[in-house]
T-cell receptor
Framework: AQKVTQAQTEISVVEKEDVTLDCVYETRDTTYYLFWYKQPPSGELVFLIR??????QNEISGRYSWNFQKSTSSFNFTITASQVVDSAVYFC???????????FGQGTRLTINP | DSGVTQTPKHLITATGQRVTLRCSPR?????VYWYQQSLDQGLQFLIQYYNGEERAKGNILERFSAQQFPDLHSELNLSSLELGDSALYFCASSVVGVHTEAFFGQGTRLTVV
């Protein structure tokens, strides 16, 4: 069965600090896909990244970076030099090959204080 | 803007009533997904349609139904509404399957009173 755990319910940091959001997943499939979405206060879900299980290369996009480690079943998300606009709820999600659905974690509410 | 359009944005209705939520997918996307976001259950997959046909079903109640029309827009029908159905309902679309990038609409916030 698919499962995603985001153990950090809430994180609060001061602007310009680096912050890492943890995501641990469970799956029996060898082919699967991992995602991160951002939900700002306005409510929409914004796609951030998709990673397949065969690509363990870390990814960097501006201040955002992702660390995928199959050995620990983790797909962590780091924001460098955080900004107030990064305040949102962040969701990690998993999809098994052929499952046709995203299984979301419970989300981490990130607050960046000025 | 994700390109996925959901209407209405907000809906307030009474228990026992029936409502219809509408979703227009991004241009070119054949798959439409419905998700429910509630405080206690989090984000839950309800149902997926691909090119007019139901492809996958999740935790969708029997009181709920959906369909995808030939122009690829989709509707989610919720009937005999209960207080517990109050939630944010999201529609998402993707080119084919969920393994490609799935883009979400802004959601419809349903409040049942």
């Amino acid at each position: 069965a698919q499962k995603v755990t985001q153990a950090q319910t809430e994180i609060s940091v001061v602007e310009k600090e680096d912050v890492t959001l943890d995501c641990v997943y469970e799956t029996r499939d060898t082919t699967y896909y991992l995602f991160w979405y951002k939900q700002p206060p306005s409510g929409e879900l914004v796609f951030l990244i998709r990673r397949n299980s065969f690509d363990e290369q870390n990814e960097i996009s501006g201040r955002y970076s992702w660390n995928f480690q199959k050995s620990t079943s983790s797909f962590n998300f780091t924001i460098t030099a955080s900004q107030v606009v990064d305040s949102a709820v962040y969701f990690c999600a998993l999809s098994e090959e052929g499952a046709q659905k995203l299984v979301f974690g419970q989300g981490t509410r990130l607050t960046i204080n000025p | 803007d994700s390109g996925v359009t959901q209407t209405p944005k907000h809906l307030i209705t009474a228990t026992g009533q029936r409502v219809t939520l509408r979703c227009s997918p991004r241009s070119g996307d054949l798959s439409v997904y419905w998700y429910q976001q509630s405080l206690d259950q989090g984000l839950q997959f309800l149902i997926q349609y691909y090119n007019g046909e139901e492809r996958a079903k999740g935790n969708i109640l029997e009181r709920f139904s959906a369909q995808q029309f030939p122009d690829l827009h989709s509707e989610l029908n919720l009937s005999s509404l209960e207080l517990g159905d109050s939630a944010l309902y999201f529609c998402a679309s993707s080119v084919v399957g969920v393994h490609t990038e799935a883009f979400f609409g802004q959601g419809t916030r349903l409040t049942v009173v």
